[in-house]
């Protein structure tokens, strides 16, 4: 199984993803780490990504994505996927979706907290911009602790 976990940067996807394959052995992967050096630098000047920056990324996760899903382990890939055109060229067989939504607010302060990451606070106005909900997969408020958050999702998919 798949599962992507995706949302506005700050969300708290590395570690909602980390957690559930550390609970269910399964693996994780960052979707910020596929990004083509471009895309960092100019995240990293404080620039916002276009579709046409996003394309060769998505597409090159697209392709790993059906890799890591040959195997016999589960799979958790924490990515932004914040418009519906970027999540149906990610989208396999045998894959959830996992949607954590915050506040502006909330997740402003968070990205303020946040060190050592290129994602400048000053973007996350532009995600929240372009942010497309799916109107599928699960859908968890992030005002909750990360272990509450993960006991909900292990629910939904029917570990618990």
Known sequence: MVVIIMGVSG???????????NELNGLFFDADNFHPKNNIIKMSKGFPLTDNDRLPWLKN????????????KNVFVAC???KESYRKILMKERMNWIFLKGSFPLISKRL??????????NLLKSQFEILEP??????LNINQTPSSIV???LLELSYE
């Open 11 to 21: 969300s708290g996807k590395t570690t909602i993803g980390s957690l559930l394959a």
């Open 61 to 72: 996760l697209s392709k790993k994505i059906k890799i890591w899903g040959k195997g016999k």
């Open 80 to 82: 932004s996927a914040l």
């Open 112 to 121: 303020k907290n946040r060190n050592n990451h290129f994602m400048k606070k």
């Open 134 to 139: 799916p109107s599928y997969g699960i859908h």
């Open 151 to 153: 006991k909900k999702i």
